[in-house]
């Protein structure tokens, strides 16, 4: 299927024809190609193929984002952004429940149910977080895992992470506007 980008590309290539003069068009053709290039960017190309395998397993799941687009900026930072306008009350992502971590299943998780058992939720910073990432840890070393398309994509480092900024990169933000 023919996605937005190409199709607002090759709109605009037509209207171009109709009337070769109108700047208006070819500034907006360049735009439309400038984000399709973008969004179709992936500098790694098993990067790339890991998305589209997640991506094939959420929709086969029953997942729907085609409202959605995702895009890859480096091995630790990627973005989501709305592929189109979207009209208030229109839902934008659905997700079903079994292709959900949920906490529930985090906390009756084997390292899940110790932590709880030992009141771990009252002492951590985060517990949800805490409880959460140890699931997937545990899914991680799984040989086979229901999650494995979705943690195959998750990145390897978290360099841009607050908590592992140098001391220089933690003192210029405590002077910045960015500091809460």
Known sequence: MEGSAEKAINLFEKAIELDPSSIEMKEKLAFAREEYKEDSFVPVPAEKARFEVMFK??????????????????????GVHASRDIKKGETILYVPKQEIITLEMAMESPIGALMHARNFRQRLISPKHSFLATYVMQERRKEVSFFDKYIDILPKAFDNFPIFYTQEERTWLEGSPFQD
């Open 57 to 78: 397993w959420m929709r086969d799941g029953g997942s729907i984002f085609d409202k959605l687009k995702m895009r890859y900026y480096a091995a630790d930072y990627r």
